[in-house]
């Protein structure tokens, strides 16, 4: 037996998920499955596509279900696209389900024009997104979905950072009348949310209020600026926390109000720092004439590092004591404050 | 069908070039080879085989039609104007500012299904409107037009293992084998034969015929498919076919007729007509006379 992975959440983190009282969840993927079970019974539009994918996409259980409603399409991610386009042009509601890496990448071209251009409701499933596939390498890495769907018309991409924003983002995506791209990883979840949180796809949610700074983030990451945001308060500062979980179309308010409220702004993701929320969020500001110190933290543009998901959040400081750091810098003060910071010395 | 029946058609195949080489002269712009060689397919798709019409084509139950060789589009729009999906004169717009008649077929056009013009894209929306078909027990049909060239495209052939895979004898694919592509030969650009032994090795049932002869199209893309299999159609088709300058010759793909080659268009055009009505003429007498002038 080897040992377990360590935790992305270190010692002092889980201190901190202690105290805010964090219940564990499921993985995202998981909380997918259940929910297209849950929404297929009640509507017979809804049908699943795969790519050889039923099993990481965990929808073994929905062909078990529903076997007439799982159309397999083999390794075929082209097929699988255009495949779901002409399901969804007579009349059904396809959810096709694959690596996100392969989905948005090989099949970018029937995203494009076959689902966007031709305006039909399909919903695009990435699973496995980002470094999920952390120990696999650069070709199941998928760090640039968000950038290639961004430049991409008549699509909305949401990423949703617990088990409740996933619940509510397959409720909407099933009831859409255009494309969606939905952006699942693998690992278990903290709750963020209350099962009654107000969840609109296009409107973000503050999780945490504060003046000083705002991390704006979105997906998996969104837990570790909680966490930060806690850390920091201790030692004086208030940090605001947006959870952005629709990338298109963009919170532009939220936006703009973190930038107005807030003395400096951090956006996270768990992507490329080249096209995805950071880059978003720098638009807005600086078209609205928001000059505010301001930082992305993601994945560099450099051939990832291999690793668990927490080895590679790890390497490029997507944790609570790295984000916390670099909310004091991006403000001016010591990051000797923090005590891990003591620690370490 | 009668022969008078097929002359009708074949008279409406060089009504229909006319009005393909009147807009694209107009724009300026146009696939004119592709469309000359796929016209004579639409022409019997439209008026024989697909049940589709502009007042059944919101209906569920419609045929579905995908023009996946999205750059002949100017044959689709002159076939889809004269079946009364649009008035022909709006054709006066192709490719102009903010006209929906552009290069590609767009949904915002009465009587298109689907955004097409990128290659090897017709044949998966294909075999998933089959596949939704399957599903609902429906009746309606697909069928969708591939060329030659196109099939270089990988996704095709994803496209034909899925459709024997799921059965879909609801599905015919025509191959309009022009042999002709932008660059040159089709067989020298990238080889696609033994174009019938590959589909047959997918699994489909696959045809024949003389793409540009009413009659036989007429016969083939009538018969019933085989249960459980789906259908290929290799249509052999002349690029440019209907105009002797054009005939064969890769430089009209997208090529545009001066003032003196669209003069001779018509010409030869209007010679086809007068042929074709002439046969109907004699077609219409008494069948005694008909004898008495044969002696």
Redesign the interface.
Known sequence: MSAPAPSVFSELAQQYIHRLGLVPGIPNLDAYSRTLIDLAGKDPRI?VVTSDSRGSGKLTPFGETFP??H?E??I?E??L????????????K?FATSPSSFLRARAV??IK??VC????PVVLVGISAGVSYGALGSTHHSLHDIALLRAISNITIIVPADNVETEKAVRAAAQAEHPVFLRFGKAPMYTLHSENVDFEPGRATRIRDGNDIAFIATGEVVVHCLLAAAYLEEYGVKARVVSMHTIKPLDIDEILDAGKSCRAVITVEEHSVHGGLGEAVAAVLLQAGICVPFYIVGIPDEETVTGSQADIFRHYGLTMESLAEKALLLLGESVGILPHRVGSK | MTRMSDLELELKSVRYRRAILKYIKRANAGHTGGSLSCVDILNVLYNRILRVSPETFYS?HRD?YIHSKGHSVEALYVVLADRGFFPESELETLCKYRSPFIGHP??KVPGI??????L??G???????????K??K?SYRVFTLLGDGELAE??NW??A??AA??KLDNLMAIVDKNRLQITGPTSVVMNIDPLADKFNAFGWTVREVDGHSITDLNRVLSMPPKPGVPTVVIAHTVKGKGLSFMEGDPKWHHGVPNDEQYQQAMQELEQQEREILAKMAFLEKPLETQCNHQE
């Open positions: 049908v007439d409603r159309i399409v083999g075929a082209q097929n696209v255009g495949i779901a386009a002409g399901l969804a042009a007579v009349g059904k396809p071209e029937q024009n076959d251009y031709s305006d039909v | 569920p579905r767009t949904r299904e689907m955004n097409t013009g990128a090897g894209h044949l998966s929306i294909s075999v998933g409107m089959a596949i939704g078909g599903m609902d429906a990988g996704s994803e496209a293992m899925a895979h799921y």
